[in-house]
């Protein structure tokens, strides 16, 4: 296998995670766009990791799933907060901090 | 003869697996139904864990497993849950921004993979590397990498709280 | 030491140590228990927790005093030219990925000389605060932050490696910041902290960058050579002296560091926050603004020496980045002082006038004069602060304001005054006072290594330095009370709340204000002795004990004769026939060998130089002095009023009385100039794709045009008068469409730039 095959999945999820990010309107979508971006990260990581022949990178993809759940969530609970104060979870209409 | 046959499976197994997460993957980010993604996710995430597999990984393929689509999912189809009554497909889950995004991540596509090309080449994974065991890794969390893993469990923490004081009904 | 041998030789010397010498690490510990103390149990001890502060600080005060005994009776039990090892303590404070960082002391006569300022002025302004702050509302918070600065201060000077210094840095740096706003319900003082806090962390991320760079550079060579971390101080220091730093390594390191310094010793041109940072209590200012905290940048300098001496070229041209920034800080900061009013501003640019001088001798070579003068700095710019305190406590009403509220009090303050003239004159560096042997020792050394233009600057600031410091003399002494300290009583602002003795006109303050300031003052008077160059070698005591000696020395730390002169290639330098001897250290250091100080020599005293710098002293005060005498007190026709007259001078006081618009180029230029565009620019990328109509080349041209006719000229020209109110508002509502609300576009921008940068560097490097 060559180590670009899975750098290129990696790049390839990124991207569409990025889409997502910026595209979707809808919360909990953003979020999962962002579940795509911490993958590929992972993947990546994994990667380098058989290639040097080191466990660090398992070590830090570990690190990066622990964090991942830390972060789904304190977002998810934010989405609720939000949904209860506007019944609504569209980031458009999430503009009241605006300068 | 064995060891090339077992490399051309593992050719095949990845590329059949990239395809299904990058359809996925892309689906997620299309279609119009929220619960429709969450699933589509579980498919790219899956194959993630599959893709560590074959990158030597297994507990961190377990993990994936059980934290991500164990939990991280139900966490997810909870959030849809609990935010919208219905359940179906919906017209208004994009923003009008689709011409910034697809140039965004077009060039960004562009960028890595030229620098990915260049960088690495035909460069192969080693076929025959040894398998890092569970107990390396753990050697590794609880020796070397003790600190970040220390700062990993307040962030845990702090997320736990966090997450109870902002969805608390009060 | 000769290259005689011919055999590389140890010589095995058993120095002298002591329980507190090993123990140094105390010093800092103990305020750190009196921080908890005080903020456990403070509001219910009798005292609100000042006993605790004061308590520790004595304790340290005690070991740090010990411990300079021991180390001097360690330098006299070593031959008279053998290497003095310093006394280095490591425990392992945390690992990572195995990295290992350790904790403990570097002790040797530098930090042992800032060890024993920083206990002495931190317990005697501590004492002076007890008095001073009396019956203020956060009288316990205030003693809390104060001693955990002394703690931060403490831990900075004995640091063994960077990783330690830098957390001392910090705490210093997160406890002006909360000394600073202590009376933060006044918007002006919550400004002035975050101003403060913030110029200073602009400089913080040079320390994080400098230290990361040198890291890299040296950790294979002290790994490989010393056996320790290339965060160490002793490894740092071999490393730069040795020969294997890369010239580009090095010199972005010490670069990066030195503005850190710039910005924590209020340098030009980061110095604009200093004098802001007076709005904190006048303890303060005495202690963190003029005596301690802002010579860190100047100790750090010192400290990692060899680094800047390599990297920055000392010595090797006739300019490097140090001794100008220095000495252009020196002018500068000195000619500000004369149009101030307020006279805790005075004394502020004074400080970092005399930060410049400190920094301009280490940049040219003159590493132990500028080490005195922090020493008697401290002492003379502490009393003067605390004198301005004594004034505006006791006799003018909480005001700083000289020529309001002053005046006149010669004879109600006699204590105070005395103290005064005492430091004003050690400040002028008129003979026997301790400026006169540090700031002289300075500006000869300088000269001597061949910075001419700088002993010139120098020169100048010492005329300046007589003249501001007349003025203030005389317009808070001399003459006729005038406003509070007249009796005057306009509305009180908001922290008086101890203000019962006020109403009883001048008088001198109680026995806890001015027995520190006789302390003090005794010290401005005596200190110098420790290393009066006139006097001969014999009396230089300071340099026999701090100096470090540029010997060459093995790993272990045992003195090494050089080999034999073929190995040891003696570059001679253009002054090596003047010098005493000549050591190979900080030109090439000879393999096998290690130095940890540069060889630097010393200007040799003359009379002449001294006479002619006293009279430039005396010049300045006597003209000062028939100036204030035409101008305040007779009120001479021709005098009051000149600066509105002649357009010239008046010119020139308008510019210095704007701080030479650095603030509003900070402002109006950065904030505004340059955050305005780019937020134009954005909006217009949004409108014009959102619309998704190009609108032409005409547009853009109107727009700039406009935008050049708004800015440009209506803005930056007329920009000087219009209120920072204003800029503050415009930079708001320039930045306002960046600022959509909408996560998506943030997301955008983002990635955006992220896509665009990948892009450049690909594209560069294909």
């Given at each position: 296998?060559?180590?670009?095959?899975?750098?290129?999945?990696?790049?390839?999820?990124?991207?569409?995670?990025v889409?997502?990010?910026?595209?979707?309107?809808?919360?909990?979508?953003?979020?999962?766009?962002?579940?795509?971006?911490?993958?590929?990260?992972?993947?990546?990581?994994?990667?380098?990791s058989?290639?040097?022949?080191?466990a660090?990178?398992q070590?830090?993809?570990?690190?990066?799933?622990?964090?991942?759940?830390a972060?789904?969530?304190?977002?998810?609970?934010?989405?609720?907060?939000?949904?209860?104060?506007?019944?609504?979870?569209?980031?458009?209409?999430?503009?009241?901090?605006?300068? | 003869?064995?060891?090339?046959?077992?490399?051309?499976?593992?050719?095949i197994?990845?590329?059949?697996?990239?395809a299904?997460?990058?359809?996925?993957?892309?689906?997620?980010?299309?279609?119009?139904?929220?619960?429709?993604a969450?699933?589509?996710?579980?498919?790219?995430?899956?194959?993630?864990a599959?893709?560590?597999?074959?990158?030597?990984?297994?507990?961190?393929?377990?993990?994936?497993?059980?934290?991500?689509?164990?939990?991280?999912?139900?966490?997810?189809?909870?959030?849809?849950?609990?935010?919208?009554?219905?359940?179906?497909?919906?017209?208004?889950?994009?923003?009008?921004n689709?011409?910034?995004?697809?140039?965004?991540?077009?060039?960004?596509?562009?960028?890595?993979?030229?620098?990915?090309?260049?960088?690495?080449?035909?460069?192969?994974?080693?076929?025959?590397?040894?398998?890092?065991?569970?107990?390396v890794?753990?050697?590794?969390?609880?020796?070397?990498?003790?600190?970040?893993?220390?700062?990993?469990?307040?962030?845990?923490l702090?997320?736990?709280?966090?997450?109870?004081?902002?969805?608390?009904r009060? | 030491?000769?290259?005689?041998?011919e055999?590389?030789?140890?010589?095995?010397?058993?120095?002298?140590?002591?329980?507190?010498?090993e123990n140094?690490?105390?010093?800092?510990?103990?305020?750190?228990?009196?921080?908890?103390?005080?903020?456990?149990?403070?509001?219910?001890?009798?005292?609100?927790?000042?006993?605790?502060?004061?308590a520790?600080?004595?304790?340290?005060?005690?070991?740090?005093?010990?411990?300079?005994y021991?180390?001097?009776?360690?330098?006299?039990?070593?031959?008279?030219?053998?290497?003095?090892?310093?006394?280095?303590?490591?425990?392992?404070?945390?690992?990572?990925?195995?990295?290992s960082?350790?904790?403990?002391?570097?002790?040797?006569?530098?930090?042992?000389?800032?060890l024993?300022?920083?206990?002495l002025?931190s317990?005697?302004?501590?004492?002076?605060?007890?008095?001073?702050?009396?019956?203020?509302?956060?009288?316990?918070?205030?003693?809390g932050?104060?001693?955990?600065?002394?703690?931060?201060?403490?831990?900075?000077v004995?640091?063994?490696?960077?990783?330690?210094?830098?957390?001392?840095?910090?705490?210093?740096g997160?406890?002006?910041f909360?000394?600073?706003?202590?009376?933060?319900?006044?918007?002006?003082?919550?400004?002035?902290?975050?101003?403060?806090?913030?110029?200073?962390?602009t400089?913080?991320?040079?320390?994080?960058?400098?230290?990361?760079?040198?890291?890299?550079?040296?950790?294979?060579?002290?790994?490989?050579?010393?056996?320790?971390?290339?965060?160490t101080?002793?490894?740092?220091?071999?490393?730069?002296?040795?020969?294997?730093?890369?010239?580009?390594?090095?010199?972005?390191g010490a670069?990066?560091?030195?503005?850190?310094?710039?910005?924590?010793?209020?340098?030009?041109?980061?110095?604009?926050?200093?004098?802001?940072?007076?709005?904190?209590?006048?303890?303060?200012?005495?202690?963190?603004?003029?005596?301690?905290?802002?010579?860190?940048?100047?100790?750090?300098?010192?400290?990692?020496?060899?680094?800047?001496?390599?990297?920055?070229?000392?010595?090797?041209?006739?300019?490097?980045l140090?001794?100008?920034?220095?000495?252009i800080?020196?002018?500068?900061?000195?000619?500000?002082?004369?149009?101030?009013?307020?006279?805790k501003?005075?004394?502020?640019?004074?400080?970092?006038?005399?930060?410049?001088?400190?920094?301009?001798?280490?940049?040219?070579?003159?590493?132990?004069?500028?080490?005195?003068?922090?020493?008697?700095?401290?002492?003379?710019?502490?009393?003067?602060f605390?004198?301005?305190?004594?004034?505006?406590?006791?006799?003018?009403?909480?005001?700083f304001?000289m020529?309001?509220?002053?005046?006149?009090?010669?004879?109600?303050?006699?204590?105070?005054?005395?103290?005064?003239?005492?430091?004003?004159?050690?400040?002028?560096?008129?003979?026997?006072?301790?400026?006169?042997?540090?700031?002289?020792?300075?500006?000869?050394?300088?000269?001597?290594?061949?910075?001419?233009?700088?002993?010139?600057?120098?020169?100048?600031?010492?005329?300046?330095?007589?003249?501001?410091?007349?003025?203030?003399t005389?317009?808070?002494?001399n003459?006729?009370?005038?406003?509070?300290?007249?009796?005057a009583?306009d509305?009180?602002?908001?922290?008086?709340t101890?203000?019962?003795?006020?109403?009883?006109?001048?008088?001198?303050?109680?026995?806890?204000?001015?027995?520190?300031?006789?302390?003090?003052?005794?010290?401005?008077?005596?200190?110098?002795?420790?290393?009066?160059?006139?006097?001969?070698?014999?009396?230089?005591?300071?340099?026999h004990?701090?100096?470090?000696?540029?010997?060459?020395?093995?790993?272990?730390?045992?003195?090494?004769?050089?080999?034999?002169?073929?190995?040891?290639?003696?570059?001679?330098?253009?002054?090596?026939?003047?010098?005493?001897?000549?050591?190979?250290?900080?030109?090439?250091?000879p393999?096998?060998?290690?130095?940890?100080?540069p060889?630097?020599?010393?200007?040799?005293?003359?009379?002449?130089?001294?006479?002619?710098?006293?009279?430039?002293?005396?010049?300045?005060?006597?003209?000062?002095?028939?100036?204030?005498?035409?101008?305040?007190?007779?009120?001479n026709?021709?005098?009051v009023?000149?600066?509105?007259r002649?357009?010239?001078l008046?010119?020139?006081?308008?510019?210095?009385?704007?701080?030479?618009?650095?603030?509003?180029?900070?402002?109006k230029?950065?904030?505004h100039?340059?955050?305005?565009p780019?937020?134009?620019?954005?909006?217009?990328?949004?409108?014009?794709?959102?619309?998704g109509?190009?609108?032409?080349?005409?547009?853009?041209?109107?727009?700039?045009?406009?935008?050049?006719?708004?800015?440009?000229?209506?803005?930056?020209?007329?920009?000087?008068?219009?209120?920072?109110?204003?800029?503050?508002?415009?930079?708001?509502?320039?930045?306002?469409?960046?600022?959509?609300?909408?996560?998506?576009?943030?997301?955008?921008?983002?990635?955006?730039?992220?896509?665009?940068g990948?892009?450049?560097?690909?594209?560069?490097?294909?």
């Amino acid at each position: 296998m060559l180590l670009n095959e899975f750098l290129f999945l990696g790049a390839i999820l990124f991207c569409i995670g990025v889409y997502g990010v910026i595209v979707r309107k809808n919360a909990v979508l953003v979020l999962m766009s962002i579940e795509l971006i911490l993958n590929s990260v992972n993947i990546n990581l994994l990667a380098f990791s058989l290639r040097n022949g080191s466990a660090d990178g398992q070590t830090f993809a570990l690190y990066v799933i622990a964090v991942a759940a830390a972060e789904v969530g304190v977002g998810l609970a934010l989405v609720l907060l939000v949904y209860r104060n506007s019944r609504s979870i569209s980031l458009d209409e999430l503009s009241e901090m605006k300068g | 003869m064995f060891a090339s046959d077992l490399l051309i499976a593992q050719n095949i197994g990845f590329f059949i697996i990239a395809a299904l997460m990058v359809v996925g993957a892309l689906r997620v980010v299309t279609t119009s139904n929220v619960v429709h993604a969450a699933l589509w996710l579980v498919v790219v995430l899956a194959g993630a864990a599959a893709q560590y597999v074959l990158l030597a990984a297994e507990f961190v393929a377990v993990t994936q497993v059980l934290v991500y689509i164990g939990a991280v999912m139900v966490l997810f189809l909870f959030g849809t849950m609990l935010t919208r009554a219905r359940i179906g497909a919906e017209s208004d889950l994009n923003n009008k921004n689709w011409f910034v995004g697809l140039p965004v991540a077009l060039t960004l596509l562009a960028a890595m993979l030229i620098a990915l090309r260049d960088g690495f080449g035909n460069e192969k994974l080693p076929a025959d590397a040894p398998l890092v065991s569970t107990q390396v890794l753990s050697d590794q969390i609880f020796g070397p990498y003790l600190l970040p893993f220390w700062a990993l469990s307040f962030v845990l923490l702090a997320a736990v709280i966090g997450a109870i004081v902002l969805a608390r009904r009060d | 030491m000769f290259f005689a041998t011919e055999t590389v030789e140890t010589v095995e010397t058993v120095l002298k140590s002591g329980w507190f010498l090993e123990n140094a690490w105390l010093i800092p510990l103990m305020p750190v228990i009196a921080f908890v103390l005080i903020i456990a149990y403070g509001k219910k001890m009798p005292m609100k927790g000042s006993e605790f502060g004061i308590a520790s600080l004595l304790a340290s005060l005690a070991i740090s005093v010990g411990a300079a005994y021991q180390w001097i009776q360690r330098v006299d039990s070593a031959a008279p030219e053998a290497f003095i090892a310093p006394v280095i303590k490591t425990w392992t404070w945390w690992e990572s990925a195995g990295f290992s960082f350790g904790i403990g002391q570097h002790i040797d006569g530098l930090s042992l000389t800032l060890l024993v300022v920083v206990t002495l002025i931190s317990t005697l302004v501590e004492i002076y605060s007890v008095e001073y702050l009396r019956g203020d509302i956060r009288y316990t918070h205030f003693f809390g932050a104060l001693t955990l600065f002394s703690a931060g201060m403490l831990n900075m000077v004995l640091a063994e490696n960077m990783i330690q210094l830098i957390l001392g840095w910090e705490i210093m740096g997160m406890c002006s910041f909360l000394l600073i706003g202590h009376w933060w319900e006044d918007g002006a003082n919550s400004r002035a902290a975050l101003k403060a806090f913030f110029t200073t962390r602009t400089g913080d991320i040079g320390l994080l960058v400098g230290t990361s760079v040198l890291f890299f550079a040296s950790n294979a060579w002290t790994q490989k050579t010393l056996g320790i971390s290339g965060f160490t101080i002793r490894g740092l220091s071999a490393w730069a002296l040795s020969g294997d730093p890369g010239h580009a390594a090095i010199t972005v390191g010490a670069v990066a560091l030195f503005i850190a310094c710039i910005g924590k010793s209020g340098q030009f041109p980061l110095h604009t926050w200093l004098p802001d940072a007076m709005a904190g209590p006048t303890p303060v200012s005495s202690l963190l603004h003029s005596s301690t905290m802002v010579v860190a940048g100047v100790y750090l300098v010192a400290r990692l020496y060899p680094v800047f001496f390599t990297g920055m070229n000392i010595l090797g041209t006739n300019l490097n980045l140090i001794v100008l920034i220095g000495g252009i800080t020196i002018v500068i900061a000195a000619a500000l002082a004369f149009v101030q009013a307020d006279i805790k501003k005075v004394l502020a640019y004074s400080t970092v006038s005399q930060l410049g001088y400190m920094m301009m001798g280490l940049g040219a070579g003159a590493w132990l004069p500028a080490v005195f003068h922090i020493f008697t700095h401290a002492f003379f710019k502490a009393c003067l602060f605390l004198c301005a305190g004594s004034v505006s406590h006791s006799a003018s009403h909480h005001s700083f304001d000289m020529k309001k509220d002053m005046g006149g009090l010669r004879k109600f303050m006699p204590i105070t005054f005395a103290t005064w003239i005492i430091s004003t004159l050690a400040l002028c560096g008129v003979f026997p006072f301790s400026g006169f042997f540090s700031k002289d020792e300075i500006i000869d050394n300088v000269g001597h290594n061949g910075y001419t233009m700088f002993m010139v600057l120098g020169l100048t600031g010492a005329f300046l330095t007589a003249a501001y410091m007349t003025r203030a003399t005389y317009l808070t002494f001399n003459g006729k009370p005038r406003g509070a300290a007249a009796g005057a009583h306009d509305s009180h602002d908001a922290h008086d709340t101890h203000d019962a003795h006020a109403s009883r006109g001048p008088h001198e303050s109680g026995l806890l204000i001015t027995v520190p300031l006789m302390i003090l003052a005794a010290l401005a008077l005596g200190a110098g002795f420790l290393n009066p160059a006139p006097l001969g070698e014999k009396w230089e005591r300071m340099k026999h004990w701090v100096e470090p000696r540029p010997e060459v020395i093995s790993p272990t730390g045992i003195s090494v004769m050089a080999s034999g002169p073929g190995e040891a290639r003696v570059l001679t330098s253009p002054r090596a026939e003047e010098a005493e001897h000549e050591s190979p250290c900080g030109t090439t250091t000879p393999t096998g060998g290690i130095c940890v100080a540069p060889q630097l020599d010393h200007a040799p005293f003359k009379w002449s130089k001294a006479l002619m710098s006293m009279l430039i002293v005396f010049l300045g005060g006597f003209l000062s002095w028939v100036l204030c005498v035409q101008l305040y007190g007779k009120k001479n026709p021709k005098l009051v009023g000149l600066t509105q007259r002649n357009k010239a001078l008046g010119a020139g006081y308008l510019f210095l009385q704007n701080k030479y618009y650095l603030d509003a180029l900070y402002e109006k230029v950065i904030v505004h100039g340059i955050a305005h565009p780019v937020a134009q620019a954005v909006y217009w990328f949004n409108q014009n794709i959102i619309d998704g109509v190009v609108n032409g080349f005409g547009t853009v041209v109107r727009k700039v045009s406009g935008w050049v006719y708004r800015n440009v000229d209506q803005r930056v020209v007329d920009g000087a008068v219009n209120g920072s109110a204003a800029v503050a508002q415009n930079a708001g509502s320039a930045i306002r469409p960046i600022q959509s609300g909408k996560v998506n576009q943030y997301g955008a921008l983002l990635f955006g730039a992220a896509a665009i940068g990948a892009l450049i560097l690909v594209i560069i490097n294909t």
